[in-house]
């Protein structure tokens, strides 16, 4: 009995090690810095003009912070599978929630009169728009969900093979998915924004995510690697990793 207890335990360490822990941790992190950044708006400039948007695109802060949140679930599902994968993703979102709750408590709390921050510029930065939040929350569950399928439909079909492929067409459908949802539902359903205002905020915005894709590749490879190499031939936390 006592040995089938530390057998359990010793699954457990497997299954919760270090890699998997951090790479939760990473997803989580970036996920709530993104919902934190969301209400600033960043111009970035182009080497080369687009069709709609020309040499300046404009993007939400949050876009670098979500990126990582694509590159840390792409290595997740890649090392413990798609079910762990959507777990993560599922339980994530309804954290969203739990960090909204803790924002407004502390934007409602009342504020001590030589507070170094005022009430009006602290409440203005955290809270943000019905629009941001309906539109945040759709566009982030449907497009983790669909990055996760994504990937793993790929790497069955490729046999394992061809982590290049499956990390940049799972990110890069996804990322589509969540700009349009997102900028649709916040700024040309709540907002109002003309059509081709939404178009040039779409363009500019996956525009700049495919190149962020692009750049995240190595780094997908290198983390998988690594954790690999950690399992030196003992059995995979997950069936079906490899």
Request: some cysteine.
């Amino acid at each position: 009995m006592a040995t089938e207890t530390a057998s359990g335990a010793e699954r457990s360490e497997v299954l919760l090690g270090v890699p998997q822990l951090t790479l939760v941790a990473l997803f989580v992190t970036a996920l709530v810095t993104a919902q934190v950044t969301a209400s600033k708006v960043v111009a970035i400039g182009l080497p080369v003009s687009l069709p709609v948007t020309g040499d300046l695109v404009t993007v939400p802060a949050a876009v670098f912070a979500y990126a990582v949140t694509f590159f840390a679930s792409d290595c997740y599902t890649e090392l413990y599978g798609k079910r762990s994968a959507q777990a993560l993703v599922n339980v994530a979102f309804l954290m969203n929630f739990v960090l909204l709750a803790l924002v407004w408590l502390a934007i409602w709390a009342p504020i001590f009169e030589h507070s170094p921050v005022a009430q009006d510029p602290f409440a203005e930065t955290l809270s943000a728009s019905t629009g941001v939040v309906v539109g945040s929350l759709l566009a982030y569950v449907v497009s983790q969900n669909w990055d996760v399928v994504v990937f793993h439909r790929i790497r069955e079909a490729t046999d394992g093979e061809a982590l290049w492929l499956r990390n940049v067409a799972s990110t890069a459908t996804s990322q589509f998915i969540d700009t349009v949802l997102f900028i649709t539902i916040a700024f040309f359903i709540f907002q109002g924004l003309a059509l081709e205002d939404v178009l040039a905020l779409i363009v500019g915005q996956y525009a700049f995510k495919l190149g962020l894709v692009v750049l995240d590749t190595p780094f997908v490879y290198l983390v998988v690697g690594l954790v690999r190499s950690r399992w030196a031939g003992n059995t995979p936390p997950v069936e079906g990793a490899r």
